[in-house]
């Protein structure tokens, strides 16, 4: 099937131009329908509807997630989001020693950085880029939370050497792949993470409220989390004083699950599924292509990398005050959004990691962002940047000065 034949499966296509799959990728209509399935289930089938698959819901749609990410069935659950699927695994990490620090990298997202700076027990060492990364890591490394795709500028990051440097020292991995699920293909297993998350509001076009966490088989078997909750339980319908763990994944679960967002959710899992990753990445190679090529032509800055093997699905675009540009973009039916710099920063333990500028392309570096998904047109990406362009040539951004975004 033409990939732009699937346009019709996203109605709000019809009404804009949608470039922010990587923020709240576009609906698929058949979410709406899976909602209706599960009200009616909730008012015909009632209590009933936990036996009929609400209960397993967080194993049966977390091995879809594993299908998409290359987890091997039982490995994948289904949390509210990746700040909680980060804390599940935190929590088996609760005696520490002299094993306590945490070596993660600038460019995360917020929501993992403040959950682990939180932990009053870790101390945590902040790098520039992935090699200071794999440099700062040692025998007083517990974790490595990283990102695979960079959520400013969308850069690949090579996680390789950083797994092989952690596995060396006896550290563990967790790989947020909220950036990179449904848009570029990878595989956990083949990866050798320890533990890998993500949601589901972008590529994977799930909406809010359904994170997943994948853990290496083995090490779930072995691994006694602190968060958790019933779901956890080995019988959870025994409701039995004491705590026995369940078997792999289901260990990693806390109390009810978030039920309607999973039913939504799926909608945007079979839609990736029945394109493929593969087909994806390829479709979002030449839509970022083009996007660079013309922004090029139109005399526009990139801010993300221009090489295919480091590009994710989003083109960051440096313009003056990405606030108000932003702002005329969307009162021309162009919706995307932009990311604010941020400053330089030092690392808040010892050994220091590289202080070095940040150069272009940097994870630090903010604008305006253009994040494409397969179903997005070629017109549509040329019609973008001309109208970018012409805002920014004109100045028409400048009666927006002072806008602030939030989303
Ligand atoms: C890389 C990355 N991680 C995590 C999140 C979100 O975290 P949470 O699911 O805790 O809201 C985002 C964006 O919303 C992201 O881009």
């Given at each position: ?21 990587h ?82 990298e600038e460019a ?20 520039a880029d992935a090699q200071a990364i794999v ?11 990283i990102s695979h795709v960079l959520f400013k500028n969308a850069e690949i990051q090579d996680v390789a050497p950083i ?12 790989l947020?792949c909220?950036q990179s699920?449904?848009v570029v293909p990878f595989?956990?297993?083949?990866l ?11 590529w ?73 990753v593969d087909r994806i990445r390829e479709r979002s190679l030449a839509l970022t292509q083009l996007l660079i090529d013309r922004l090029d032509e139109r005399g526009l800055e990139v801010g993300s990398p221009r090489e295919a093997e480091r590009r994710g699905g989003t083109v960051l675009v440096v ?20 990311r ?16 070095r500028e940040i150069p272009a392309a940097d994870g630090g570096r903010g604008g305006i962002r253009l994040g494409p998904h397969f ?6 990406l040329?019609?973008?940047v ?22």
């Amino acid at each position: 099937m033409d990939l732009l034949a699937y346009r019709d499966r996203f109605p709000i296509l019809e009404t804009c131009t949608y470039l922010i799959n990587h923020s709240l990728a576009a609906m698929p209509a058949k979410a709406e329908d899976n909602l209706l399935e599960y009200t009616r289930m909730w008012r015909e089938r009632g209590i009933r509807s936990w036996g009929e698959g609400w209960w397993e819901m967080p194993v049966t749609v977390g091995d879809q997630i594993g299908r998409i990410i290359g987890a091997p069935p039982g490995s994948t659950v289904m949390h509210q989001n990746v700040t909680v699927a980060e804390m599940v695994v935190l929590s088996c990490f609760n005696d520490v020693g002299e094993r306590n620090r945490v070596v993660y990298e600038e460019a995360n997202f917020p929501s993992v950085r403040y959950l682990y700076q939180a932990q009053p027990h870790l101390e945590v060492v902040t790098c520039a880029d992935a090699q200071a990364i794999v440099d700062a890591i040692d025998e007083r490394t517990l974790l490595v939370p990283i990102s695979h795709v960079l959520f400013k500028n969308a850069e690949i990051q090579d996680v390789a050497p950083i797994v092989r440097r952690a596995h060396e020292v006896g550290a563990h991995v967790v790989l947020d792949c909220y950036q990179s699920a449904g848009v570029v293909p990878f595989d956990v297993t083949e990866l050798g993470v320890d533990f890998a998350t993500g949601g589901s509001v972008k590529w994977l076009c799930g909406g809010p409220g359904a994170g997943w966490l994948y853990v290496r088989p083995d090490l779930a078997a072995r691994l006694q989390p602190t968060f958790v909750g019933w779901q956890g339980h080995a019988r959870p319908f025994a409701f039995e004083p004491e705590l026995e763990y369940a078997d792999g994944a289901r260990r990693f679960l806390t109390g009810t699950p978030n039920v309607p967002a999973l039913y939504a959710a799926t909608a945007g899992y079979d839609v990736i599924e029945e394109v493929g990753v593969d087909r994806i990445r390829e479709r979002s190679l030449a839509l970022t292509q083009l996007l660079i090529d013309r922004l090029d032509e139109r005399g526009l800055e990139v801010g993300s990398p221009r090489e295919a093997e480091r590009r994710g699905g989003t083109v960051l675009v440096v313009t003056p005050d990405h606030a108000a540009v932003h702002r005329a973009l969307g009162e021309r039916g162009i919706i995307c959004d932009f990311r604010p710099d941020s400053g330089l920063e030092t690392s808040s333990a010892q050994p220091p990691t590289s202080g070095r500028e940040i150069p272009a392309a940097d994870g630090g570096r903010g604008g305006i962002r253009l994040g494409p998904h397969f179903f997005n047109s070629e017109d549509e990406l040329r019609h973008t940047v001309d109208v970018l362009a012409g805002i920014v040539e004109s100045g028409a951004y400048e009666q927006y000065a002072g806008a602030v975004g939030r989303f």
